[in-house]
């Protein structure tokens, strides 16, 4: 079966602590891993998509980085503005968008 | 742009009433779809259209859902009758190409099914 599975389901630093956040996916011939951030109250917004092993995308203090396995979110020296939950995703066998549970980060002043 | 706009933003109804609600996608985008979240089972996909006529409706989770999309510029999801386990966060998504997977989402429609 197709599925993303996100680790932890919550997180807790202190600004400028450096962390990452994990997605595994178990789906047949990946197609894109691609990450959103979700701010309370609002719809998920788009980060990046990698489509293959060894890609690396950088978004200010959040990097992407992908294997063949699973995909890694690092946030370094990150601000509390950072605090957001993370959702990670990809293509199911039947071309569908399918979302892990999310990761909560909470970056404390 | 003014986004993907939902409607209502909350909605509180009492068990087996009927319930719907809207979406204004961007304008342009051929792709629509509507998401569920909840804690426990995350963000779901129900349904999406392309060009106006459903393509999967495979996550529609009962009968009781249904959606349609009349024009390229609003689509609304309906459930009738309600249920208490229905409540959720309800996602609305546009997009402008098909194998895209950058969406735009709304900002929700927050249901209370009491």
């Known amino acids: 079966e197709d599925q993303v599975t996100q680790s932890p389901e919550a997180l807790r630093l202190q600004e400028g602590e450096s962390s990452s956040l994990n997605c595994s996916y178990t789906?047949?011939?990946?197609?894109?891993l691609f990450w959103y951030r979700q701010d309370p109250g609002k719809g998920p917004e788009f980060l990046f998509t990698l489509y293959s092993a060894g890609e690396e995308k950088e978004k200010e203090r959040l990097k992407a980085t992908l294997t063949k396995k699973e995909s890694f979110l690092h946030i370094t020296a990150p601000k509390p503005e950072d605090s957001a939950t993370y959702l990670c995703?990809?293509?199911?066998?039947?071309?569908?968008?399918?979302f892990g549970s999310g990761t909560r980060l909470s970056i404390r002043p | 742009d003014a986004g993907v706009i939902q409607s209502p933003r909350h909605e509180v109804t009492e068990m087996g009433q009927e319930v719907t609600l809207r979406c204004k996608p961007i304008s342009g985008h051929d792709y629509l779809f509507w998401y569920r979240q909840t804690m426990m089972r995350g963000l779901e996909l129900l349904i999406y259209?392309?060009?106006?006529?459903?393509?999967?409706d495979s996550g529609m989770p009962e009968d009781r859902f249904s959606a349609k999309m009349p024009n390229a510029s609003f689509s609304t999801l309906k459930i009738q009758p309600s249920e208490p386990r229905d409540s959720a966060v309800y996602f609305c998504a546009s997009s402008a190409m098909a194998r895209n997977e950058k969406l735009f989402f709304g900002s929700g429609t927050q249901l209370s099914v009491l």
């Open positions: 995703g990809t293509y199911s066998s039947a071309s569908k968008i399918i």
């Open positions: 789906v047949s011939g990946l197609r894109g």
């Open positions: 259209f392309n060009n106006n006529v459903p393509i999967d």
